[in-house]
């Protein structure tokens, strides 16, 4: 879950994108994971589940930090987070991730995909069609 004030705009990047609503400290825990909002599924459990539901699993979810026969779907921005290959937040510790530099108000909170997992990176089709226009900060 996100540990500060974020909103969901545009990405250059990829589709919906988290930013940041102030600015963040270098050091800063961003996100945690967090057992008691964040939802929590057994992979196997994955065909039993709606297909539109099981394709939003397998585009924003990630692996347990602890245990590899589960997946986390966050319960916030947390699950737009997009890839960078030079992101702003540190997440090799898979329960936090820290800012790895002063983040600017307004700022997209960026982290590098290949650090939770020892497999090939691949992304899937964005699930959301995000238009240009102003981004709105609230």
Not at 43 to 53: E, I, T
Not at 82 to 110: C, F, Q
């Amino acid at each position: 879950m996100m540990m500060v004030r974020c909103y969901l705009a545009p990405s250059a990047n990829e589709g919906l994108g988290v930013y940041a609503h102030a600015d963040i400290a270098k050091g800063a825990v961003v996100w945690l994971f967090d057992a008691r909002y964040d939802s929590v599924y057994f992979k196997d459990d994955l065909v039993h589940v709606p297909a539109h539901f099981r394709e939003l699993l397998e585009r924003y979810a990630f692996a347990h930090p602890t245990d590899p026969d589960m997946i986390v779907l966050d319960c916030d921005e947390g699950r737009f987070l997009n890839h960078a290959a030079n992101p702003n937040l540190d997440m090799s510790n898979p329960n936090r991730g820290i800012a790895t530099r002063k983040i600017r108000a307004g700022e997209e909170l960026t982290w590098d995909c290949s650090q939770c997992t020892a497999a090939a990176v691949s992304f899937a089709p964005s699930r959301h069609r995000a238009h240009g226009g102003s981004q709105v900060r609230q």
